[in-house]
C-alpha cells in the first residue's frame, strides 16, 4: 500500500472567528526524496495565536496563505529517510513543517533536539519559540530590575507562564492576568507568581490595582483589550511595555462591530509618562538563542522553570483544537499529537 501525506489546508478565509469549514483535510501519496534533502515525519505539531492572522489576507510581517495551501505550524518531528550528509535517520528535530504528517526538507530549516535533556515537545513550548518570545521580549524590552513590578496577561499560556517565571528569577515581582479560577490557581501555586488575577471577574481592575501597589513597570503585553483598558492607568514613569501580542483583536475586521478605540486615551498616558510601548518579534533577538537555551535548560532542571502542554491526539483535530486556542480554552501551550513517539 502506498504511503501518504496527509495535511490540512486553508479551504477558506475567516470573516470574524475561524470555523471548521475554514480548514480541509487532504492526503496523497508520498513524493520521492530528491538527493540533498530529509523526509520528516511529524511527532508534534504547534498551534499558536499568530497564525490567525496567517488566515487573513490583510498585509502584515509575513505573507498570507494561500488558499488551499497547508496550514503554517512548527513541528517537532523524526528524520524518516535522509539523503542529506548532515542529517541522520532517526535524528528528533524541530522544524517549520506545518499542518501535516510528513514533509520534505534541504535541512537548512531545521535544529536538533536531545531527548534525553528534557521531553521534545518541549521544543515547541518552553524550550522553543513561545519560550524563546517570552525571554527575548522581557531581557530587551521589558528589562525587569529587582524589585520591580512585572504584569503579564495570558499568563498561564505559553508566552506568559515563561516571562513571569523569569520576572521572578531576576529579582522582580510577578502578576499574572489568567481567565478563570482554575489558571488562576496554576499561576500563582504551581508557577509561583506573586499574584493572579482573574480577568473575568468583574471587580477585575480593582483586584488588579490592588496587586500592584507600587504601580506597574513592566508590562508585557499578550491580549489588549479591557486588560490594556486595567493595566494602563497603572503603569508608572518610564514603564516598559513589550508588545508580543493582541489575541483579543486577532479576529477584528470582519465583524459588524468594530472594537473600541483606545488610540487616543493609551497616547496621552504614554506620553505623559515616559512609557517604552515596543512591538517586537523574537527573530530580531535570533542571536539570543543559544543563550537562552542554556539558560532555560539549566532553569528547568533545578525546577525554576516548570511548564504544561495541552496535547490533543490526531492531526485532523488540529482546527478544533486552533479555534479553542483563540477563545482561551487551552489550558498550557498547546500541542497536537500527529504521531506516536518511538
Known amino acids: 500500500m502506498t504511503e501518504t501525506i496527509k495535511r490540512i489546508v486553508l479551504a477558506s478565509r475567516p470573516a470574524g472567528s475561524p470555523t471548521p469549514s475554514n480548514f480541509r483535510l487532504e492526503e496523497e501519496a508520498m513524493p520521492d526524496l530528491p538527493d540533498g534533502q530529509v523526509l520528516l515525519e511529524s511527532i508534534y505539531l504547534s498551534l499558536d ?8 489576507d490583510t498585509k502584515s510581517y509575513a505573507d ?28 528528533i528535530v524541530v522544524a517549520y513543517s506545518s499542518w501535516q504528517t510528513h514533509a520534505i526538507s534541504d535541512g537548512s530549516d531545521l535544529r536538533r533536539i536531545d531527548p ?15 519560550g524563546f518570545t517570552a525571554y527575548a521580549g522581557l531581557r530587551n524590552i521589558g528589562r525587569p530590575k529587582p524589585g520591580e513590578t512585572v504584569v503579564v ?6 508566552v506568559g507562564s515563561v516571562v513571569g517565571q523569569i520576572a521572578r528569577i531576576r529579582g522582580a515581582r510577578a502578576v499574572g492576568i489568567a481567565g478563570g479560577a482554575d489558571k488562576c490557581s496554576f499561576v500563582k501555586n504551581e ?5 493572579a488575577i482573574d480577568h473575568r471577574d468583574p471587580d477585575f481592575a480593582r483586584q488588579l490595582a490592588e496587586a500592584c501597589p507600587d504601580g506597574i513597570d513592566v508590562y508585557f503585553e499578550n491580549v489588549g483589550g479591557a486588560v490594556w483598558d486595567a493595566v494602563l492607568p497603572l503603569l508608572n514613569d518610564f514603564a516598559r511595555v513589550p508588545l508580543c501580542g493582541m489575541i483579543s483583536h486577532y479576529n477584528d475586521g470582519a465583524t459588524a462591530k468594530s472594537s473600541t478605540d483606545r488610540l487616543p486615551a493609551s497616547m496621552k498616558v504614554i506620553q505623559q509618562k515616559s512609557i517604552t ?3 517586537f518579534m523574537n527573530v530580531e533577538f535570533i542571536d539570543q538563542q543559544p543563550t537562552f537555551l542554556k539558560e532555560a535548560t539549566a532553569w528547568i532542571a533545578d525546577g525554576r522553570l516548570k511548564y504544561r502542554e495541552d496535547i490533543v491526539d490526531g492531526l485532523e483535530n488540529a482546527p478544533a483544537a486552533f479555534i479553542g486556542l483563540l477563545e482561551g480554552r487551552n489550558f498550557g501551550k498547546l500541542i497536537v499529537r500527529v504521531s506516536g513517539e518511538r
Open 277 to 279: 510601548v515596543r512591538g
Open 49 to 56: 495565536p499568530y497564525m490567525r492572522g496567517r488566515m487573513s
Open 116 to 130: 534525553a535533556v528534557a521531553p521534545i515537545s518541549t521544543g515547541l513550548g518552553v524550550l522553543g519559540m513561545t
Open 153 to 158: 496577561a495570558a499568563a498561564s499560556g505559553a
Open 64 to 91: 498570507p496563505i494561500t488558499i488551499g495551501d497547508v496550514m503554517v505550524g512548527a513541528t517537532v518531528s523524526r528524520i524518516k529517510q535522509s539523503r542529506h550528509r548532515d542529517w541522520r535517520q532517526g535524528d
Open 191 to 195: 508557577l509561583g507568581f506573586d499574584a
